[in-house]
């Protein structure tokens, strides 16, 4: 039913701009609250940013904030990541994340019902 597919990842410059985006493919409406994690090889996956289902409300890593922003478009069932400014450190794959059962921004993956395949990120100097 719910079918999320991120893309628009790659390998970029530092400094540099690139924004991603994960269509729900399964559904008609958007779900609520959506996410954005990443996970840089050998390490945890993380939280990068999220936005609740009225859009009003977002929330970001200490890592990202100033340089990253979530947004959606509920017409289109998309949610993207707009990144700027662009580091090494960034480098990761990163996942989209949603859920029906929640409306507020939350860094919690335990809240987070649907998860996409992700997409890779390489950050070069």
């Known amino acids: 039913q719910v079918q999320l597919v991120e893309s628009g990842g790659g390998l970029v410059q530092a400094g540099t701009s690139l924004t991603l985006s994960c269509a729900d493919s399964?559904?008609?409406?958007?779900?609520?609250?959506a996410g954005w994690f990443r996970q840089a090889p050998g390490k945890e996956r993380e939280f990068v940013a999220s936005?609740?289902?009225?859009?009003?409300?977002?929330y970001y890593a200490d890592s990202v904030q100033g340089r990253f922003t979530i947004s959606r478009d509920y017409a289109k069932n998309t949610v993207y990541l707009q990144m700027v400014d662009l580091k090494p450190e960034d480098t990761a794959v990163y996942y989209c994340?949603?859920?029906?059962?929640?409306?507020?921004?939350?860094?919690?993956?335990?809240?987070?019902?649907?998860w996409g395949q992700g997409t890779p990120l390489t950050v070069s100097s």
């Open positions: 994340a949603g859920t029906e059962r929640y409306t507020d921004a939350t860094s919690r993956a335990y809240m987070y019902d649907y």
């Open positions: 936005i609740a289902w009225s859009g009003g409300n977002t």
């Open positions: 399964g559904r008609t409406s958007s779900f609520y609250t």
